[in-house]
């Protein structure tokens, strides 16, 4: 039997940065508290950890915000996830001449 805690599971796809989003880091704040990760690789001697980043919530149904700064220097902002789910993040690429 497991708990009643809950979690988030993201797998990442970089675009302007590396496929995988090795280096990106990634906060996730919900309840009053934010958790950090880093997208290393998971690397070891002889194989590679899947890719997929966990975060544990505990009581909480939801993140509020989930910021991921990509090694490309992009950063990106998603609100309001559903616990209890993996969910996939392409990087988006920003055109900043609409932004002038």
Known sequence: ?????HWIE???EGVVSNR???GALL??????????????GGMHRFSQN???IHFGLAENTSVKRLTI????????EI???RADQII???ERQVDHHLLQ
């Open 69 to 76: 700064y990509w090694p490309s220097g992009i950063i990106q």
């Open 20 to 22: 995988d989003g090795i």
């Open 50 to 52: 899947h890719q997929r």
């Open 79 to 81: 609100d309001n996830i």
């Open 27 to 40: 906060l996730a704040s919900t309840g009053g508290t934010t958790q950090m990760r880093v997208q290393d």
């Open 88 to 90: 996939k993040v392409i």
């Open 1 to 5: 039997m497991g708990n009643n805690n």
């Open 10 to 12: 993201v797998d990442l």
